[in-house]
Each structure stands twice: as structure tokens, then as C-alpha cells.
């Protein structure tokens, strides 16, 4: 009997033609391409949402002491593949709702108790700290969902 070779698809074949591949972060050159940029916005956000060290370090899954030298521009390394997925979120979140909101309203939103579902009558930024990057992307389709991207 003939040994039957089976074969491993890739995920991006499964990507219709003329489609982009999926961004997972998961390629060293992308993280390292990728993570100035990226700190870059998660800077800018951190401020525009007045953020604490403390809330940008859980937002992003570092420590406060990284999070203290990501803010300070002295963070050399590339951002891991999570970091990556949480700063993508939380950038998408932010344009989102600078999409769909005047500047003062996008950046107080993170901050308001929201009494949906999703949320349970904490902020965004409570439940995002609480949950993850599972809820990063939940808020993230959330926000999409209401300025009608979905």
C-alpha cells in the first residue's frame, strides 16, 4: 500500500485571491519593521486619553518599569507578538472613535461608563485592563460596529 503523504495548509491559503494576508505579528522582521511605529501612536494615545503609566503598562501587557521606558522613547527591543496584537487594538479603537466622534468626545469615551453589554457599566478602559486582548478586539469591533465598519 502506497504511503499517503498528507499535507499542512497554510492559513493564508485560505485567503481569497487578491486578498491581503492576515497581519499575526508572528514574523521577527514584521515585529521589528512594525513596533516604532506602533509605539509611537500608543505614546500618543496614552496622552490624548491621559492615561496612567499603570493603565498603559496592563493595556499593553508590560511591566510599569517598560512602560515608563517605552513613554520615554528609551525602549529599544521589538514589541512580541501580543504586544503588537494589544497596540493594534488599541490604535484601532482610538482612530475609531476619532472617526466617529469629535476629538474631546473620542478621548473622554475611554473613560465613560458604558451600561452595554460588552461593557457592564464599567469604562473601556476598565473592561479592556480586565480582559485582554480577547476584549481589546471586542471593544475594537464595538466601535467599528457603531461608526457602521462591520
Known amino acids: 500500500m502506497a504511503h499517503m503523504a498528507t499535507s499542512h495548509t497554510h492559513p493564508s491559503s485560505f485567503i481569497p485571491a487578491g486578498s491581503r494576508p492576515w497581519q499575526t505579528?508572528?514574523?521577527?522582521s514584521d515585529r521589528v519593521?512594525?513596533?516604532?511605529?506602533?509605539?509611537?501612536?500608543?505614546?500618543?494615545?496614552a496622552k490624548a486619553w491621559?492615561?496612567?503609566?499603570?493603565?498603559?503598562?496592563?493595556?499593553?501587557?508590560?511591566?510599569?518599569?517598560?512602560?515608563?521606558?517605552i513613554k520615554?522613547?528609551?525602549?529599544?527591543?521589538?514589541?512580541?507578538?501580543?504586544?503588537?496584537?494589544r497596540a493594534s487594538a488599541i490604535i484601532g479603537i482610538f482612530k475609531g472613535l476619532h472617526l466617529l466622534?469629535?476629538?474631546s468626545m473620542a478621548d473622554r469615551w475611554?473613560?465613560?461608563?458604558?451600561?452595554?453589554?460588552?461593557?457592564?457599566?464599567?469604562?473601556?478602559?476598565?473592561?479592556?485592563i480586565d480582559g485582554g486582548i480577547p476584549v481589546m478586539i471586542e471593544v475594537r469591533?464595538?466601535?467599528d460596529a457603531l461608526r457602521g465598519g462591520l
Not at 25 to 28: I, L, W
Request: charged fraction near 20%.
Open 50 to 69: 491621559s492615561a496612567t503609566g499603570d493603565e498603559m503598562a496592563a493595556l499593553m501587557g508590560v511591566s510599569s518599569s517598560t512602560w515608563d521606558r
Open 110 to 128: 475611554i473613560r465613560l461608563r458604558n451600561s452595554g453589554q460588552l461593557f457592564g457599566n464599567r469604562t473601556p478602559i476598565e473592561t479592556m
Open 101 to 103: 466622534f469629535a476629538d
Open 33 to 45: 519593521r512594525l513596533t516604532p511605529a506602533a509605539l509611537e501612536a500608543v505614546r500618543n494615545l
Open 141 to 143: 469591533r464595538y466601535v
Open 72 to 85: 520615554a522613547g528609551a525602549w529599544s527591543q521589538a514589541l512580541s507578538q501580543d504586544q503588537l496584537t
Open 25 to 28: 505579528f508572528a514574523e521577527e
